[in-house]
């Protein structure tokens, strides 16, 4: 089974910083990689797909990197309603599925 | 747009059967896709249980195989989960999903599942 490690599992910071999220798989995954976010009592959400893509309607300060076993989500300019947790996902085995541990972004 | 909606008992004892519907709408699952099931406990993170296609073709994750069970009912667009011999550990939030290939979009908001007696 392939193994997703995401760090950190948690982090501190401010309005307007840029933050980094990392997301390991434990073979090449090519770019079979997702990005979601989610909110306590609220649906996860998609925001980045297939390692890089933009989902529609989500804003152009997230953006997504990375190929084969390592990836990145980053976060420009983080606004008030980021604050929340996001975990990866890998989709290269569909329609079975593998998360992440998840990182919470909280306020500084 | 497409909505889903996770519905059944928040409390389920030890031993019993935990049962939850998943109401589809925006979207006839008929039409295709995966519909999946997608727990989160504070031990284990995100885990995935299980997808079923429109066909009824089932996909379980081989650590909940023997007790799972992910059923499709095209006549009233929901699918469902059923979990046997059910323990604490699977005291859990519970989500489903739509599953479009390369990824999940929508997921449901979830429903909490305790097992306690």
């Known amino acids: 089974d392939i193994q997703m490690t995401q760090s950190p599992s948690s982090l501190s910071a401010s309005v307007g910083d840029t933050v980094t999220i990392t997301c390991r798989a434990s073979?090449?995954?090519?770019?079979?990689l997702n990005w979601y976010q989610h909110k306590p009592g609220n649906a996860p959400k998609l925001l980045i797909y297939a390692a890089s893509s933009l989902h529609s309607g989500v804003p152009s300060r997230f953006s997504g990197s990375g190929s084969g076993t390592d990836f990145t989500l980053t976060i420009s300019s983080l606004q008030p309603e980021d604050f929340a947790t996001y975990f990866c996902?890998?989709?290269?085995?569909?329609?079975?599925?593998?998360f992440g541990q998840g990182t919470k972004v909280e306020i500084k | 747009q497409v909505q889903l909606q996770e519905s059944g008992p928040g409390l389920v004892k030890p031993s019993e059967t935990l049962s939850l519907t998943c109401s589809v709408s925006?979207?006839?699952?008929?039409?295709?896709?995966?519909w999946g099931w997608i727990r989160q406990t504070p031990g284990k993170g995100l885990e995935w249980i299980g997808s079923i296609y429109a066909s009824g073709t089932t996909y379980y994750n081989s650590s909940l195989k023997s007790r799972v069970v992910i059923s499709i009912d095209t006549s009233t667009n929901q699918f469902s989960l059923k979990l046997t011999s059910v323990t604490a550990a699977d005291t859990a939030m519970y989500y489903c999903?739509?599953?479009?290939?390369?990824?999940?979009?929508?997921w449901g908001q979830g429903t909490l599942v305790t097992v306690s007696s």
């Open positions: 073979q090449s995954i090519s770019n079979y």
């Open positions: 925006g979207y006839s699952i008929s039409s295709g896709y995966y």
């Open positions: 999903a739509r599953g479009r290939g390369v990824h999940i979009d929508p």
């Open positions: 996902q890998q989709t290269y085995t569909s329609p079975t599925w593998t």
